[in-house]
């Protein structure tokens, strides 16, 4: 079990808007700690998506964004496209006893 | 460009050692955290292990607390990760990363390594 909760999968076809959510809680995005998010596609290494919240690295398409209010976060990804499917994880610090860095369980995204 | 290169991975003995390296290309190392994230066959990311840019601070995940060491070497640009005791459950690609911010816990992973696959038999 994730500390941080996002759902297995979700669609969407091509030039339409989906969101991916990511639920914490008072010891970590309910802290006020940043959320990051990461693309990783097929057979590929991670990739920075979004930072501290809602930034977008050089190079990250602005169809890419990012939003958190109160214990959870979103990463909305617009004008959606064939090379957009992938695995999606958010990231964040927690305070609690025994955790330190904690990511999602991760999202994959079909395009239809 | 930023780049990280993985090395030291492969089959290993339950019980048995194995020591992972990282050498940066197109940054100044020794002004980054790093960080090591794993990710078992098929399952999600998970962190592992963090170190401060001058390397007197070091971090955790209770899983492999006690028996993983970072460690890092900024006269030779490398980053380590000694792995001891290991068990099946540490079977997976390990990715070397580096921290975008300041503190190695609160910040994103700007840049990763191609990963290198450790495989703990039973």
């Known amino acids: 079990q994730s500390v941080l909760t996002q759902p297995p999968s979700v669609s969407g076809a091509p030039g339409q808007r989906v969101t991916i959510s990511c639920t914490g809680s008072?010891?970590?995005?309910?802290?006020?700690?940043?959320v990051h998010w990461y693309q990783q596609l097929p057979g590929t290494a991670p990739k920075l998506l979004i930072y501290?919240?809602?930034n977008r690295p050089s190079g990250v398409p602005d169809r890419f964004s990012g939003s958190k209010s109160g214990t959870s976060a979103s990463l909305a990804i617009t004008g959606l496209q064939a090379e957009d499917e992938a695995d999606y994880y958010c990231?964040?610090?927690?305070?609690?006893?025994?955790?330190?860095?904690?990511f999602g369980g991760g999202t994959k995204l079909t395009v239809l | 460009e930023v780049q990280l290169l993985e090395s030291g991975g492969g089959l290993v003995q339950r019980g048995g050692s194995l020591r992972l390296s990282c050498v940066p290309f197109?940054?100044?190392?020794?002004?980054?955290?790093m960080s090591w994230v794993r990710q078992a066959p098929g399952k999600g990311l998970e962190w592992v292990s963090s170190?401060?840019?001058?390397?007197?601070?070091?971090y955790y995940a209770d899983s492999v607390k006690g028996r993983f060491t970072i460690s890092r070497d900024n006269s030779k640009n490398t980053l380590y990760l000694q792995m001891n005791s290991l068990r099946a459950e540490d079977t997976a690609v390990y990715y070397c990363?580096?921290?975008?911010?300041?503190?190695?816990?609160?910040?994103?992973?700007?840049?990763w390594g191609q990963g290198t696959l450790v495989t703990v038999s039973s």
């Open positions: 990363a580096k921290n975008r911010g300041t503190f190695p816990l609160y910040s994103s992973l700007s840049d």
């Open positions: 197109g940054f100044t190392f020794s002004t980054y955290a």
């Open positions: 170190i401060s840019g001058s390397g007197g601070n070091t």
């Open positions: 008072s010891s970590n995005i309910g802290a006020a700690y940043d």
């Open positions: 501290g919240n809602n």
């Open positions: 990231q964040s610090y927690d305070s609690s006893l025994n955790a330190h860095v904690v």
